[in-house]
């Protein structure tokens, strides 16, 4: 098995480990972000996530979708 050193001298690997480490860090900031939009603008995607906010008629508006938030979740996709 390859010593650590060997590992780290490795470009390939090295560039992995980088890139795989950006995604993870864009993926985990852009999804509390989308998780912000939601709560501040109170516009949820199911019936299950606005149980705590509203009861009733006036809980099916909260299901809708926002410019603000669509733009968020778009951004988790692209490059």
């Known amino acids: 098995m390859a010593n650590l050193k060997q590992l780290m001298d ?3 690997l090295m560039a ?3 890139y795989a480490t950006i995604i993870l860090t864009k993926m985990m900031f852009m999804s509390s ?4 939009q939601r709560l501040t603008n109170k516009v ?3 019936p299950e996530d606005y149980a705590s906010f509203a009861k ?3 809980a099916k508006k909260l299901v809708r979708s926002d410019e ?3 733009r ?3 951004q988790m996709a692209g490059p």
Do not use: D, P
């Open 33 to 36: 972000a989308t998780a912000f």
């Open 16 to 18: 992995f480990a980088s």
């Open 44 to 46: 949820f995607a199911n």
């Open 10 to 12: 490795n470009e390939v």
């Open 56 to 58: 009733g008629e006036n």
């Open 68 to 70: 603000k938030v669509e």
């Open 72 to 74: 968020v979740r778009s």
